[in-house]
């Protein structure tokens, strides 16, 4: 699943713990994580406490090579980041807290070895990373990015690196690093800090070699010495004295002087067991360790010691007269603790903490898993001296160690067992559940497939299965449950399980192919249980099930004469025998048995322009087989071989095949003779295959739930991890309810093998025909139950014991009735897939034990279930990276927050008295399995983000519970069996009513109902009488549910972190929400948002400045300052323009596309100089994130610009505003904006399209904080470039009316719109102003134009009429005051976008009555004028005929109301204030047209003025001030304050 959904992984580990083989073992700089690797290639993370307590917290996956060395990334306690490097060249950077993958990447060799370095004369402690291994070089890396800086070369005898350290000399500005080559060669490099990148390494993709482009010379060695160090183990310098070096060969450790490496002393090691590693315990003791995982401590002789008198008193004499070194301590495990021999060496370290309660720690990981810790012990000198007097030269005391725990030692000693996919469905005699060997998901129909150790195949419900094991359901404990088929047929465990018609359309959905170890290949209809055939042609156990490509056209024909691609309806098997044979689903048999491979498989690809099987082997050696033929054409080894697997992995068309008729008989190739013959005929059918597979490809989908086994080791059984995809879950939610999908049954897959017919078609047709495709398909279960007896086991029904003993007739009839219930039962298990998702899904994120009414609410109202184990919830990082909590995460938990105050609890739902319905668990009022919001921020914020955007989206759904109406109703259940055509019960149906309902509709029932006794009359008249009678409760239910779902959204977003308090609530990290600012999830989205914003608001000033001040370095900066003419006053150092990262022009790598999408978008956004020649990922993400970031605290919390409507708490705003986007200091708000509209009015380009939610987010941004980038933005640039997004907004209404998700381009235009109505509503002034400017504009342009060109009739002004329009009406909704202050620029706008032909026709009320309700505005159907009264007393005429405006000088004061006479030659204008009526005469001029001396005032009349204390706001003026005219010569003026005027022309 990739990486950039959201989604929820929980791992369901199985009763075995998996291998986890430790090949290195570390321990962090704060000395509370140890991290293990394994050969496997996965990571473990155990947490360890004070009291030397060790518990396994997190499995990282990602490696696909055995680890071969930990390393921290720095040396501080504040970032616990470490750094592994896998056999095949993979280094990923993780973060400890979560196991989150920060950076990956992959380089030619293999690293053994990495060093944290902190540059020495770096002010800013920059960190580096120092790597060697089975290459000539040493690599310097950053710490962060993972990017290679410069290496370090060898110029005398470069060899292989085995060991280095680096020297910090006390009164030198260098560092010094020491290394030793495999050879024994010493070599010293000096670094100065400023070392510049002389090379950078490159993959050629598709090619086995490396590509170097080199920028300078490389860094070689200042000195060189030989010694006879070969293949050296360890080099360390002693961190106390800077004097000594210790190195570690595998037959002796020797102590050197670091001055001119002088030898001072040697031990040799015993017999049989070579020395491995060591270090400095202090500055006369040393620790060293053997391959034997033994521990040994050493007192160094004083010649050894530089404080000591005798310091290099041994150099040149024979190691026989040097004093030797006296070991005194032995650290191993006790032999009867160690249950089986090692499979290999240990894996130790040794840790020197500097903080902390203990310092000096000794660990070892061996093959077990096990992890041994030791405490090295302070011995006084004086106990040494005893310790010598004692003779304990042959065997120093033993040590026990302190810790020594291993994850089958966690597994034994856990009260609740880990559970596994299907315990309860699987037990061996010993009650112990049989190991799963291979498993397969299958999404469409929600089943799960799993082949087990017994040989048997079960198939099973997904979810169902999955709430046994987690929730507390009435299901839980009973063994059986649920209903289930088991296919038998193989005589030993299943290995390898593979469904087709999964992999592609072509196959025939019934078809299920299973492989064993008893080398047999089974195909089984799906639907049915049959088995249809046996492949028996391997002489081993099958390996691997493959599916050809689609593009595989080999064809023959069947005897009528029909050409059927042979090929495409086969699976490919491997064995274990180096066998591999290509078998016909449809024919039944092997179309070619490929066995003379000597060593194993490895992979199968596919050549199918050339007719070619190739096999590649463990050897690198290479075979290709023709597929019709089944002859071997060739073998090839070595960079041939390669070639070979890398050109199968190019998509040759058979058409584009230039094999010639030569080449076809040296292959003896059948297909290169067709596409020799028949080329063009070929390309026609290759053309109508493409479409095909275009088409099938359009019909995948995301499926809400995906299951992955997963096994650390070949060897072990599987576990499994359930990913729940939050947004696919959330389209099929919506999909289902706008469909009307709310029916809670699913049935069985049918037999459907029209290819044609898309997936949704199915379902329509499907939930159509309910009632009959349940009655078909119970009768064929029970026909082919009885006919084929397949093995079915399901759970007996729930109504009690079995009954009496009976006659065998009476028997015989039961058992059949029996049987019927069970295939019943089984292959119609009623349940919505969807909603079961959501359940399962909900009730395990869920924070039970918080709000006990809440809770008891989502059990009785909502259908929640509180689960009965802690959930082992996983991270999904970059690249596909993966950390699982193992089941032991809890454990530590609860011990580091013992003695802490318990939660707090709430009440958001009232208490009242329910009755719990039977079979439900009781609600407690202890905390449950609510400690998963303390693991990390990360995981916070994933989860948050689901529940809240599940939680909403239920919301607005119809009934959205998850309960049936048993529970849900809370009534007496009926059931009633429905008896099909032949006697069969086809089903039962509950009929719920509630207390005194049940008499009531019985009392009313019509004797005729009642006498016939047929349930399905009597259940459709109580379905009647109910309808009637509980359509108020139904309401009242639908409204409970909908506010359950809103509750439950309220306390995640806004109550959870103060319920939990700060020791148990990890805090969402706002970087993750800013970049779902605008996720293409809608749903997914407005949480991200809604929990953004609380945070910002929870953190205070305070934590918003520190968000400020670490995010803004890294806002690119746009502002040219040679151009800029604003004030800039001085910005603050965080906020510097010259401190910002500015962004580059270097294209993104193509392995971040995927993940990143637009923030890799940002690199060509800005123009300044580069800082570096690349940008890694985090450089180029933190610049996207921080436009996000700033922005939103600039849009919420900024200060807007002064104004004189402001009131008092806009004001308490203003003086509180962030640091940079205040009045005073405006430099972030002025350098965000520019970023903002950047982003908004950049044309599309490669890196930039023209929808991309870094744009959408920007847009959203400029409409949310207008108010405070408004001074340093161009208005009119803004508010056109969002009506260019607007224009196609009448395209996309539907897709926004929906609810269903939005195309990139409706996204945008949602966005783009939304932006606009803040903007209108935050500013209409400026809106309306902008506007009306660019509208005079277009006139002016338009009236200039010598010809009708077509840039002035397709200008955004003319595309985006109907949004201008929209808005418009919104502000006269919303703003009516604001819009009758420039009433005349709004009849401008409004004038340029409205339909002349329109107006002509219905007139202006018609056309757009929402300016009508102004009565300044006044409409003549007759002369098609409009007259506008203006607030600077002037009349403003407009001529619909010459498309004109005319402005009159006509009162002293605004014109409140002007109005035509019926008969449009005269007009009335009145202006409140002035209190005076003036009458106008509209005579046209000449030829109709209008003219200053053809409209005059031909009368003025005084009015009352206003009665003392009326009301003389504008508000109200405008609604009660207004003209009626009665005759052609009369008006009345009404007034305000309730009273009439008559007047007269």
């Known amino acids: 699943m990739a990486s950039n959904n959201l989604a929820v992984p929980i791992v369901l580990w199985g009763h075995v713990p998996p291998t986890h083989c430790i090949s290195a073992i570390l321990l962090t700089s704060d000395q509370r994580t140890v991290v293990t690797g394994c050969h496997d290639g996965q990571i473990c993370l155990w947490d360890l406490n004070e009291n030397m307590e060790l518990v396994p917290r997190n499995m990282l996956f990602g490696h696909t090579a055995k680890i071969t060395c930990l390393a921290k990334s720095t040396d501080t306690w504040e970032k616990c980041n470490v750094v592994s490097a896998a056999e095949n060249g993979e280094l990923c950077l993780w973060d400890v807290s979560d196991g989150r993958c920060i950076e990956h990447t992959k380089l030619s060799g293999t690293h053994t070895a990495i060093y944290p370095y902190q540059v020495g004369n770096s002010s800013s402690r920059e960190y580096r990373l120092i790597c060697h291994g089975y290459y000539a070089e040493i690599l310097i890396m950053d710490a962060n990015s993972l990017e290679v800086l410069f290496s370090l070369s060898s110029k005398l005898s470069p060899d292989w690196i085995s060991c280095l350290c680096i020297l910090r000399p006390i009164k030198r500005h260098e560092d010094v690093i020491v290394a030793l080559s495999t050879s024994g060669t010493l070599k010293v490099w000096t670094l100065t800090g400023q070392e510049t990148k002389p090379w950078r390494r490159k993959l050629q993709i598709g090619g086995a070699h490396e590509k170097r482009v080199k920028e300078s010379e490389p860094i070689f060695e200042t000195e060189s010495k030989p010694l006879c160090c070969l293949n050296a183990k360890t080099l360390a310098c002693c961190q106390f004295t800077q004097r000594t070096v210790l190195i570690v060969c595998s037959n002796y450790w020797q102590v050197y002087d670091a001055g001119d490496f002088s030898l001072l002393c040697s031990v040799p090691n015993k017999k049989g067991e070579p020395w491995t590693g060591g270090e400095f315990v202090a500055g006369d003791r040393v620790i060293v360790w053997s391959k034997a995982g033994r521990g040994s401590l050493y007192q160094l002789p004083s010649c050894c010691i530089p404080d000591s008198a005798d310091f290099r008193s041994g150099v040149g004499q024979a190691a026989a007269k040097t004093p030797a070194p006296f070991q005194y301590l032995i650290m191993e495990i006790q032999p009867a603790k160690i249950r089986k021999p090692l499979a290999c060496t240990p894996a130790m370290s040794f840790s020197f903490g500097r903080r902390g309660s203990y310092h000096k720690l000794l660990l070892r990981g061996d093959s077990h898993g096990r992890v041994t810790m030791w405490k090295i012990p302070d011995i006084t000198e004086k106990e040494l001296s005893r310790l010598k007097q004692e003779d304990i030269v042959d065997r120093p005391p033993d040590m026990p160690p302190h810790v020594s725990v291993s994850l089958q030692d966690v597994w034994d000693s856990m009260e609740l067992k880990p559970a596994g996919i299907i315990d309860q469905l699987s037990t061996k005699q010993d009650n112990t559940p049989l190991a799963i060997t291979a498993s397969l998901y299958l999404p469409a129909q929600g089943r799960l497939v799993c082949g087990r150790e017994d040989g048997s195949i079960i198939i099973v419900p997904a979810t169902q299965t999955a709430k046994v094991q987690l929730l507390q359901c009435e299901h839980t404990k009973q063994r059986g449950w649920p209903p289930h088929r088991i296919l038998r047929g193989h005589k030993g465990k299943v290995t390898c399980l593979v469904y087709p018609h999964q992999e592609s359309l072509r196959y025939d959905p019934q078809y299920l192919v299973s492989g064993g170890v008893d080398f047999a290949v089974l195909l089984w209809d799906l639907f049915s249980g049959q088995l249809l055939h046996t492949f028996s042609v391997h002489g081993g156990e099958i390996t691997q099930l ?128 067709k596409n020799v013959a028949q080329r063009a005929a070929f390309q026609v059918l290759q053309t109508s295959t493409a479409s095909q597979s275009q088409a099938e490809v359009s019909k995948s989908q995301n499926f809400a739930l995906s299951i992955t086994p997963m096994r650390t080791n070949p060897k072990d059984s599987d576990f499994h991890v359930l990913f729940f995809d939050t947004e696919a879950l959330i389209v099929q939610l919506l999909t289902d309810e706008t469909l009307g999908l709310s029916s809670p049954i699913t049935p069985e897959p049918s037999k459907q093998k029209d290819q044609s017919e898309s997936p949704s078609s199915k379902r329509r047709t499907l939930f159509s025909s309910v009632g009959e495709t349940i009655k078909a398909q119970v009768s064929e279960t029970i026909k082919s139950q009885l006919k084929q007896g397949s093995d079915f ?54 924070a039970w034990g918080l709000d006990l009414e809440l809770d008891k609410l989502c059990l009785f109202k909502l259908g929640l279930l509180k689960p009965h184990i802690p959930v082992s919830f996983g991270l999904i990082s970059r690249g596909g990276h993966m950390s699982l909590m193992l089941p032991t995460w809890y454990k530590y938990r609860e011990r580091v927050t013992t003695g802490l105050a318990e939660p707090k609890t709430t009440q958001l739902v009232p208490s009242a008295a329910q009755v719990e319905p039977a079979g439900v668990p009781r609600v407690g009022s202890s905390l449950v399995h609510s400690g998963h919001w303390e693991i990390s921020s990360a995981v916070t914020t994933q989860h948050l983000l689901s529940v809240i955007s599940v939680a909403n989206t239920l919301m607005g759904m119809t009934n959205a519970s998850f309960l049936g109406e048993k529970i849900n109703q809370g009534k007496r259940t009926r059931r009633i069996k429905q008896v099909g055509v032949q006697g069969l019960i086809v089903g039962e149906v509950n009929t719920d009513s509630s207390d005194g309902t049940d008499s009531e509709a019985e009392g009313s029932m019509p004797p005729s109902i009642q006498q016939s006794q047929c349930p399905s009359c009597i259940h459709a008249w109580l379905q009647a009488y109910q309808h009637f009678q509980l359509s108020d409760d139904q309401e009242v239910k639908e409204a409970q549910i909908k506010q359950g779902w809103s509750l439950l959204a309220a306390l995640h977003c806004v109550l959870l972190p103060d319920l939990l308090g700060k020791e148990r609530f990890q805090p969402p990290q706002l970087q993750m929400l800013a970049r779902r600012w605008q996720d293409r999830c809608l749903e997914v989205r407005e949480a991200a948002q809604a929990l953004m914003l609380a945070e910002l608001q929870r953190i205070g000033p305070e ?11 890294h806002l690119p900066n746009y502002v040219d300052p040679q ?11 965080a906020s510097s323009p010259k401190d910002k990262t500015e962004p580059t022009a270097e294209p993104a790598k193509e392995e971040d596309t995927d993940h990143l999408q637009d923030e890799d978008l940002i690199s060509e956004m800005a123009y300044p100089t580069q800082k570096k020649a690349s940008m890694p990922f985090e450089a180029r993400r933190n610049q996207a994130t921080a436009i996000v970031m700033l922005g939103v605290i600039g849009a919420e919390f900024g200060a807007e610009i002064a104004s004189k409507g402001q009131n008092e708490e806009q004001k308490k705003k203003a003086s509180r505003a962030p640091e940079g986007f205040s009045r ?42 207008f108010t405070v980038w408004e001074p340093y933005m161009d208005v009119s640039a803004v508010l056109l470039g969002l009506l260019e997004l607007c224009c196609d907004a009448e395209k996309h209404a539907a897709s926004m009316m929906s609810g269903l998700p939005l195309t990139p381009a409706a996204d945008s235009c949602r966005t783009a719109r939304h932006a606009l109505s803040l903007i209108a509503t935050a500013r209409p002034s400026a809106f309306i102003t902008t506007m009306a400017k660019e509208v005079a504009r277009h006139a002016a342009m338009a009236a200039n134009a010598q010809s009708q060109s077509a840039p002035i009739h397709t200008s955004v002004l003319v595309r985006g009429k109907p949004e201008i329009l929209r808005v418009i009406e919104l502000l006269i909704d919303k703003m009516q005051s604001d819009v009758a202050e420039l009433i005349v620029e709004v009849m401008d706008i409004t004038v340029h976008c409205l339909d002349a032909a329109q107006l002509k026709q219905k007139g202006l009320q018609e056309t757009f009555p929402a300016i009508c309700r102004f009565n300044m505005v006044s409409y003549d159907n007759h002369s098609r004028r409009i007259a506008v009264g203006a607030r600077n007393g002037y009349l403003a005429l407009y001529d619909q005929k010459t498309a004109k405006c005319q402005m009159i000088a006509a009162h002293g004061a605004p014109v409140m109301a002007v109005a035509f006479s019926p008969d449009g030659r005269h007009l009335a204008t009145y202006s409140y204030q002035e209190n005076k009526l003036l009458f106008w005469q509209m005579a046209a001029g000449l030829f109709g047209m209008m003219s200053g001396s053809s409209i005059k005032c031909i009368r003025s009349h005084d009015t009352r003025p206003a009665r003392a204390g009326s009301n003389t706001s504008l508000n109200s003026l405008l609604k009660g001030v207004r003209l009626v005219w009665i005759t052609q010569k009369n008006v009345i003026v009404l007034t305000g304050d309730g009273s009439e005027q008559k007047f007269s022309v």
């Open 793 to 846: 086991i399901d759970l007996k029904m729930m109504s009690g014991s079995p009954k009496k003993e009976q006659t065998n007739g009476q028997k015989e009839s039961v058992d059949l009735e029996y049987k019927s219930k069970r295939s019943k039962n089984l292959t119609l298990l009623e349940y919505n897939l969807t909603l079961d998702i959501a359940q399962l899904l909900m009730s395990c994120l869920h």
């Open 1224 to 1265: 005073d200091n405006y430099s972030l708000a002025r350098h965000t904006s520019k970023a903002l509209t950047y982003l908004l009015l950049a044309p599309p380009s490669g890196k930039l399209p023209a929808h991309t939610p870094i744009r959408r987010a920007a847009i959203d941004l400029i409409g949310r904080g």
């Open 546 to 673: 493959v599916c050809p490509p689609d593009n595989c056209n080999l064809e023959d024909q069947y005897p009528t004469g029909t050409p059927v691609a042979r090929v495409l309806q086969s699976v490919c098997s491997v064995a274990s025998d180096h066998s591999v044979a290509l078998l016909s689903l449809r024919e039944r048999k092997a179309l070619l048995l490929a066995g003379r491979h000597l060593f194993p498989v490895q992979v199968i690809k596919w050549r199918p322009a050339d007719d070619f099987l190739v096999v590649g082997c463990l050897d690198n050696t290479v075979y290709v087989w023709q597929m019709e033929t089944g002859h071997l054409d060739r073998v090839e080894s070595g960079s041939v071989a390669q070639d070979i697997l890398n050109a199968c992995d190019e998509t040759i068309l058979p058409s584009e095949s230039t094999t010639t008729l030569a080449q076809a008989l040296k292959r003896r190739s059948l297909a290169a003779f």
């Open 1103 to 1113: 934590g918003r400045k520190e968000v400020i001040d670490s995010w803004a370095p």
């Open 1123 to 1133: 151009t800029s003419q604003s004030p800039e006053s001085q910005p603050t150092s």
